[in-house]
């Protein structure tokens, strides 16, 4: 005869479905400001909406990184050696966007 293996079911974790809510509404919270500010902030200031869109897209994908990745709660030493890389990669994408306006301009 052949064995029938019994499947085990678990409790939901409450405290699993809590975070997971809680970091679905902030983000929702963050994401409407930013709809918020590029449907009522005039084109006047364009530079003011694209810092603040980009501080806030830093923040959801650090909060993104730290909940779902499980990065919030390791050592410091271990976030640093991802982060310190990360914002390397994007000093390096500013300095060429901006070396490459500036070729841009000579050749024009």
Not at 77 to 95: A, D, G, N, R, Y
């Amino acid at each position: 005869m052949e064995e029938v293996s019994q499947i085990e079911v678990k409790p939901v974790n409450k405290e699993k479905v809590k975070l997971f809510v809680k970091v679905t509404i902030i983000l929702a919270v963050i994401t409407a400001f930013e709809f918020l500010i590029a449907f009522t902030v005039p084109h006047e200031y364009k530079w003011l909406r694209i810092v603040v869109f980009i501080v806030l897209t830093i923040f959801k994908a650090y909060y993104i990184v730290a909940e779902f990745m499980h990065l919030g709660h390791e050592k410091k030493s271990l976030k640093l050696s991802i982060v310190l890389p990360m914002l390397f990669i994007v000093f390096l994408i500013f300095i060429l966007l901006f070396q490459a306006d500036a070729i841009l301009q000579v050749l024009s």
